[in-house]
């Protein structure tokens, strides 16, 4: 199993899930950090701009990389909607191995679970290792692990979200989902069916989601030894300070 798997799937979907779990409770955190770079902010994973738009539109020059074309589709439409095209360049590229010179980056940012994504121990190196090489030093690194996974409940064809998609008089849309639990590689994994029903016509689209569950001092521990200092642990996006019980995750750090 590897991390990227199951993305180009879920891209006719993303924006759909996230309306309806995280909506756009991160958006203003994310666009404070980011006015706050002295330089160019690159996103990691930027799937399809959801990010990547509002800061643009705060005025922030950034670039954003993503392994999935599918995803990158959406989000260049999305960039094209708004009028950023030239001001937001989005990449196909791997966050192991980052396709820019040393120093290109004031910022960098990995929201919502990205590195998480990367489900061995050496392509987590690869990434941390890689963030370092384009960071500036003194440069800022933020990134948001998925709360809790560990302790997520196991269930099995749980029917998680239901709603239209699209226009009114577009597809209905239910989400079937079943979460297990690897221990033994330290993953939470998600069976997702999106079912899309438009009229008498019905489309299934099935796939798998995994996550490695690492805790917020098991990821500080290793940007420790990226070369990194952590000067932030939040549990929340109005910068509350964090424990394990906390709903949300974040980390930020400077390049050592």
Same mark, same amino acid.
């Given at each position: ?7 180009? *799937? ?8 996230? +309306? ?11 666009? /404070?950090?980011?006015?706050? +770079? ?5 996103? !990691? ?16 020059? $950034?670039?954003?990389? *993503? ?12 960039? +094209? ?15 192991? &191995?980052?396709?820019? @010179?040393?120093?290109?980056?004031? /910022? ?9 994504? !990367? ?12 963030? &370092? ?16 996974? @560990? ?9 998680? $979200? ?25 993953? =939470? ?13 019905? &489309? ?8 490695? =569950? ?11 030894? +990226? ?15 964090? *424990? ?13």
């Amino acid at each position: 199993m590897e991390g990227f798997e199951g993305w180009d *799937d879920y891209a006719p979907f993303y924006d759909w899930e996230n +309306a309806r779990t995280l909506g756009r409770r991160d958006v203003p955190f994310w666009r /404070t950090v980011a006015r706050g +770079a002295r330089g160019p902010v690159l996103e !990691l994973g930027c799937g399809t701009g959801r990010i990547a738009v509002p800061l643009a539109r705060a005025g922030v020059t $950034l670039v954003g990389v *993503d392994r999935s074309a599918a995803m990158l589709a959406r989000a260049r439409h999305r960039v +094209a909607r708004a009028g950023f095209t030239r001001r937001v360049p989005l990449i196909r590229g791997d966050i192991r &191995h980052l396709p820019f @010179p040393v120093s290109s980056f004031s /910022t960098v940012l990995a929201p919502y679970g990205v590195l998480q994504s !990367l489900l061995r121990e050496r392509d987590l190196a690869a990434a941390l290792a890689s963030v &370092h090489g384009v960071l500036e030093p003194g440069g800022t690194f933020g990134l948001e692990l998925v709360a809790d996974l @560990p302790a997520w409940e196991e269930y099995r064809r749980r029917v998680s $979200l239901k709603g239209w998609r699209g226009r009114p008089g577009g597809s209905r849309v239910t989400l079937v989902e079943t979460v297990r639990q690897d221990r033994a590689r330290g993953l =939470t994994i998600f069976d997702q069916e999106f079912v899309e029903r438009r009229g008498r016509r019905r &489309h299934t689209r099935r796939f798998v989601l995994a996550f490695r =569950t690492l805790s917020v001092p098991q990821m500080a521990r290793r940007l420790d030894k +990226a070369g990194f200092t952590v000067t932030a642990l939040l549990g929340d996006y109005q910068g509350g300070r964090w *424990d394990p019980r906390a709903d949300v995750w974040v980390i930020l750090a400077k390049r050592s």
